[in-house]
């Protein structure tokens, strides 16, 4: 079965970076992409960015390019998601969630991870 | 991209049928037949639960459904039973900022 297994909980002081891993099985990564999602305490999920397992292709959501980097490692079937430059409005669950291979709006999220809290604190 | 409009909470009765609705733009709703609805239960991640604006995905069941017109999708449960009880997040991609937006969040409650 489809698993998506993420790093765990993290603090960071403002101004830090943060990386966050999730570990694919049950399905041939290269054939789907992976997008990132948060969700602050309270608030509803907000996407961060896709990245395609095959060929690293990325695309960033424009609030967090320049910050966010995507990357893949397909000989250990392992997304990572880097944020740089934290502040205290990066506190917010991460998530992984598989996605369509190419980038496009029929790009679902069919499968998450389990989440990973990352907390921003002086 | 704004965060697309959904009622903070919507109510019924065991075996009721509620309606949630997610109002957006034509740059994201309006403009593609891409709509997906999450179901999420507190402390746990998203689920998909209808793609496309009326798909559902194997295992889901067909009690969900899904439906769209003009800049505003809707998101049926029909025979509503306790374990629906969760929060639900419409999301469509926008153009304007080239990435996907998701709702605001409905609450449903069992009552």
């Known amino acids: 079965q489809v698993q998506l297994v993420q790093s765990g909980a993290e603090v960071k002081k403002p101004g830090a970076s943060v990386n966050v891993s999730c570990k694919a099985s049950g399905y041939t990564f290269i054939s789907h992409g992976m997008s990132w999602v948060r969700q602050a305490p309270g608030q509803g999920p907000e996407w961060m960015g896709w990245i395609s397992a095959y060929k690293g292709k990325t695309t960033y959501a424009p609030k967090l390019r320049g910050r966010l980097t995507l990357t893949t490692d397909t000989s250990t079937t392992t997304a990572y998601m880097e944020l740089r430059s934290l502040t205290s409005d990066d506190t917010a669950v991460y998530y992984c969630?598989?996605?369509?291979?190419?980038f496009g709006p029929g790009t679902i999220f069919d499968y998450w991870g389990q989440g990973t809290l990352v907390t921003v604190s002086s | 991209q704004s965060a697309l409009t959904q009622p903070a909470s919507v109510s019924g009765s065991p075996g009721q049928s509620i309606t949630i609705s997610c109002t957006g733009t034509?740059?994201?709703?309006?403009?593609?037949?891409?709509v997906s609805w999450y179901q999420q239960h507190p402390g746990n991640a998203p689920k998909l639960m209808i793609y496309?604006?009326?798909n559902r995905p194997s295992g889901v069941s067909n009690r969900f459904s899904g439906s769209k017109s003009g800049n505003t999708a809707s998101l049926t449960i029909s025979g509503l039973q306790a374990e629906d009880e969760a929060d639900y997040y419409c999301?469509?991609?926008?153009?304007?900022?080239?990435?996907?937006?998701f709702g605001t969040g409905t609450k449903v409650t069992v009552l």
């Open positions: 034509s740059s994201d709703i309006g403009g593609y037949n891409y």
């Open positions: 496309d604006v009326s």
């Open positions: 999301s469509s991609y926008g153009s304007s900022s080239s990435s996907f937006v």
């Open positions: 969630a598989r996605g369509t291979i190419t």
